[in-house]
């Protein structure tokens, strides 16, 4: 059984339509992520979100919105996309927040706006 | 914010050789992960660090946390070809999160 899997693997989409990226894990995780890895394979955090409440909002445009329906799992809705969304965008959980605890990655989303 | 440097970006060895990369911060880690991601793949964890000095092997790879707890180096020695990828090193950006590393990418010349 996959830990943490998302979906969909490939989305290539063009400018300016509104997509969504869903995550689940299986692990039993209180707290899950959204990374987003450009071109240059910089990792950087997103979101986090701990028992369904948000806990890491970084610097990004409110065009991206994240939702957690349970602590299982962690959606992405990204809305007027643009080029520079371009990148693969990972989810990872950990078994409760905090910089002590391994994460666990997804495979990965790869976004093509075109 | 915390930054975590990473050095070399990229290195190139012939299989057999020994590589190592390097993470330093400027400011103390209260412990720092290392993770490598294959070619296609994602990020995959391998160790934590946290006390000062500490070192740690895992097979032919040996994990090291300065005295100082301000860096980190990962040596792999007699490299393989299943050793290629990215090798990031990730410390605390704050109470809750990771910031990584800009990566170190292994190619191998089999």
């Known amino acids: 059984d996959t830990a943490v899997s998302q979906t969909p693997k490939y989305l290539v989409t063009q400018m300016g339509n509104d997509k969504s990226i869903k995550c689940e894990q299986n692990l039993g995780h209180d707290t899950m992520y959204w990374y987003k890895q450009d071109s240059k394979k910089f990792l950087k955090i997103m979101f986090s979100?701990?028992?369904?409440?948000?806990?890491i909002n970084e610097t990004v445009p409110n065009r991206f919105s994240p939702k957690s329906p349970d602590k299982a799992h962690l959606n992405l809705h990204i809305n007027s996309l643009e080029l520079g969304d371009s990148a693969v965008y990972f989810c990872?959980?950990?078994?409760?927040?905090?910089?002590?605890?391994?994460?666990?990655f997804g495979p990965g989303t790869r976004l093509t706006v075109t | 914010g915390q930054q975590v440097m990473q050095i070399p970006q990229h290195q190139h060895v012939q299989e057999g050789e020994d590589f190592t990369t390097y993470c330093n911060s400027s400011?103390?880690?209260?412990?720092i992960q290392w993770y490598k991601q294959r070619p296609g793949g994602h990020p995959v964890f391998l160790i934590q660090l946290v006390k000062s000095g500490e070192v740690k092997k895992q097979k032919r790879l040996t994990f090291q946390f300065g005295e100082a707890k301000k860096n980190s180096s990962l040596h792999i020695t007699a490299t393989q070809t299943t050793d290629v990828g990215t090798y990031f090193c990730?410390?605390?950006?704050?109470?809750?999160?990771?910031?990584f590393g800009q990566g170190t990418r292994l190619t191998i010349n089999p």
């Open positions: 990730a410390g605390p950006g704050g109470a809750q999160k990771l910031v």
């Open positions: 990872a959980s950990s078994p409760i927040a905090g910089v002590r605890y391994e994460q666990y």
């Open positions: 400011t103390t880690l209260s412990n």
């Open positions: 979100y701990n028992n369904k409440e948000l806990i």
